[in-house]
């Protein structure tokens, strides 16, 4: 790291402000097209202007606006990396909070507040960095393009979609690819602290299922009611055992958790690998096999009337090379009497773990956590990525954050009393700045 102690320290008060100030200005995405992403969107803005980055604002829609910048670095042949955040956030309920949820308040060593992990934190980091390259006249090693988009927390219509399709010019020489959900630690059994770089993500496949049957009154019997068609179909759904399937990514990941705790690597059970992932179990262990959960049922207008038609929404997701799988079960599972819709889909990603971008992530974790082991992991949910895998750029879930051992992480996504750690976030910003220095 080029900065001297006082620069680094300046570093990182800068990220702890940055952090507070972007929660305290609420831009929250309520789905549907609602959101508003203007004034967070204003404030980056301004912070790149202070320092001399220049930016374009790009409004997809009203309120809905896109930060966008560009750094020229020292090698101009090379293919650039893109830098991007999204500054949506998902609602907060402030009855249910220990905290206003857009305070940004620093309590027990924490900042609180909704978009403290997902994450106007790693948005904090990103800007830190760019400021700091340029009060001190550093010029990073390739081309850098730092995007910070709108609606992420919805479908990325208003984002990362819309850049994608309107403005593919944005991207031009950029092959590569940082963000959110990934750098981050987690202990495991034996006090082996993991760096989680996310490699994979989940594909979306989201179904309606409508059973027809005969209307009629209430009090009559009928062995024909839409109601018991689809709570027999949700319930198959709901109930069925995924089996286990082998991904590239899964593989790297529990060899090496069979290997540092002393446990046989079976490729066909890795059920017995998953007690020593301790919180992380949450979004690990949905990561081993497609999923299938039953969220929404429509049925009925009158409790004495038999409805004619009722419906389910089923969320699945799919391992990467895994969706035709998902989605003839799920069809065998419904039966030949439920009508089939999709509702919504995307594709699931995979990358290899290898190459000098992810050499330069572990070299950066290294530094600042010697006995650290960065790991490649398979993402149950999507990030911007997603989108821009559509023009060839190979992403990477990279926002690095050393965790207190106990603390259960996966579950501040979207969560009540959403916070992070002020050590992990210094941490982090020290290994990000470390990362661009030589990536």
């Avoid at 956030?89 to 609180?112: L, T």
């Avoid at 069809?331 to 190459?355: H, N, P, Q, R, T």
Wanted: aromatic share 8%.
């Amino acid at each position: 790291m080029i900065l001297n102690p006082d620069q680094i320290r300046e570093l990182e008060d800068e990220t702890i402000t940055l952090c507070q100030d972007l929660i305290r200005i609420p831009s929250v995405n309520h789905g549907e097209g609602r959101g508003d992403e203007k004034k967070v969107a204003e404030y980056i803005a301004g912070k790149l202007a202070e320092v001399g980055i220049e930016y374009e604002l790009i409004e997809t829609a009203p309120n809905r606006i896109n930060v966008v910048a560009k750094i020229a670095g020292v090698d101009q042949s090379r293919p650039g990396l893109i830098l991007h955040g999204h500054i949506d956030v998902v609602p907060a309920d402030s009855k249910d909070w220990s905290v206003d949820p857009f305070s940004g308040e620093i309590k027990d060593g924490f900042i609180w507040g909704r978009g403290a992990v997902d994450m106007k934190n790693i948005d904090a980091m990103i800007l830190a960095c760019v400021r700091s390259w340029k009060k001190h006249k550093i010029i990073p090693p390739r081309n850098i393009l730092i995007i910070f988009f709108a609606d992420e927390e919805a479908s990325g219509t208003f984002g990362s979609r819309w850049l994608v399709k309107n403005r593919p010019d944005l991207f031009t020489g950029y092959s590569q690819a940082v963000s959110e959900v990934g750098g981050f630690s987690v202990t495991i059994t034996g006090d082996h602290r993991l760096y989680l770089i996310e490699a994979a993500q989940k594909g979306i496949l989201w179904l309606k299922l409508t059973a027809h049957g005969s209307a009629g009154h209430g009090s009559f019997v009928n062995p024909d009611n839409a109601v018991t068609k689809i709570s027999e179909a949700v319930a198959r759904i709901g109930n069925y055992q995924w089996p286990q399937l082998e991904t590239k990514t899964g593989e790297v990941f529990f060899r090496k958790i069979a290997e540092l705790t002393g446990e046989i690597y079976n490729p066909k059970n890795y059920e017995h690998l998953l007690k020593h992932l301790g919180p992380a179990v949450k979004m690990l262990g949905a990561t081993i096999q497609n999923t299938a959960n039953p969220t929404m049922l429509e049925a009925g207008y009158k409790a004495n009337v038999i409805p004619q038609t009722a419906s389910a929404v089923i969320d699945g997701r799919f391992l990467p090379g895994y969706e035709a799988q998902l989605y003839e079960t799920i069809k065998e599972l419904a039966g030949d009497d439920i009508e089939i819709e999709f509702v919504a889909k995307d594709i699931a990603l995979e990358v290899d773990f290898s190459g000098k971008l992810v050499e330069a992530m572990a070299a950066a974790i290294a530094t600042q956590d010697p006995d650290g082991i960065p790991v490649p992991y398979l993402m149950s949910g999507g990030t911007d990525n997603k989108a821009l895998s559509e023009l060839g750029i190979t992403g990477y879930g990279f926002s690095p954050l050393k965790l207190p051992k106990d603390l259960d992480f996966f579950a501040l996504f979207h969560g009540v009393d959403e916070r992070v750690p002020i050590d992990g976030l210094k941490f982090g910003v020290r290994v990000m700045y470390e990362f661009l220095e030589n990536v």
